[in-house]
């Protein structure tokens, strides 16, 4: 038996590891064993990035995705001015872009605050769907079509996400919520559309979409109930 100098536990003679720290040998073999000075070996060396604060990092972050969006929007709107002596087709690109950074912003400093976060992404996003239809000569789709589709997805996308927030545990449980918010979006999109092209709510592709869901996040939601209590895989599926 030869004893451990980090620790002072016995430990065998063939022994690589020691069993209750972890300290390593060099050479658990030699009469004279060596060890690595205790925290040396498991010293992490740290990237510059990794050194930051979470502060830091977002800032980073969004420094960088600015740069790749603001870059994409000032070369189109060059292409589009050079290309076609007027703004055209950019207005789209510059409006898109500009948005997609809004909502990067919010998650990034937000996503604690969910409502605020969703409501100002809501009013950002609502904003593009104006901008678009102004630019495809105002067609009125953005009242009704535009604004209730995305009303709808905001409000299941938040149903889902307090959900899956309050979930004690998380497993099979977080799919079985998405599928079944899956579902629901697709009944939202079938009847807005519906509504839009006939002014009545009619379902069709979107109920046999949610009832072939249905029953797969119901199995999920029994296994994931089973496996908090049954904790060993193989007895839960008699392997």
Excluded at 81 to 109: E, M
Excluded at 149 to 178: D, H, M, P, T
């Amino acid at each position: 038996m030869i004893i451990c100098r980090n620790c002072g536990v016995e430990l065998e003679e063939n022994a690589n590891f020691c069993s209750l720290c972890g300290e390593p040998l060099l050479d658990s073999n030699g009469t004279e064993l060596d060890y690595l000075i205790p925290g040396e070996y498991h010293q992490q060396v740290l990237s510059d990035y990794q050194k930051l604060t979470l502060k830091q990092r977002r800032k980073v972050f969004l420094e960088i995705v600015a740069m790749i969006l603001f870059s994409g929007i000032l070369i189109s709107f060059t292409i589009n001015l050079i290309g076609n002596h007027a703004v055209t087709w950019s207005k789209y690109v510059v409006t898109t872009g500009i948005v997609v950074f809004v909502n990067i912003v919010l998650i990034s400093f937000l996503r604690r605050k969910l409502f605020i976060m969703f409501f100002l992404s809501f009013l950002s996003v609502a904003s593009l769907i104006f901008f678009l239809d102004v630019f495809s000569g105002h067609n009125g789709w953005i009242t009704r079509l535009g604004v209730p589709l995305l009303l709808g997805a905001y409000v299941i996308v938040l149903a889902f996400i307090l959900v899956e927030r309050r979930a004690k545990q998380k497993g099979l449980n977080i799919i079985a919520y998405s599928l079944i918010a899956s579902g629901l979006l697709c009944v939202c999109i079938d009847g807005v559309i519906s509504i839009y092209a006939t002014d009545y709510i009619i379902v069709g592709w979107s109920l046999t979409v949610l009832v072939s869901i249905f029953p797969i996040a119901v199995i999920l939601l029994y296994v994931h109930h089973r496996l908090k209590k049954v904790t060993d895989l193989k007895r839960f599926f008699h392997i």
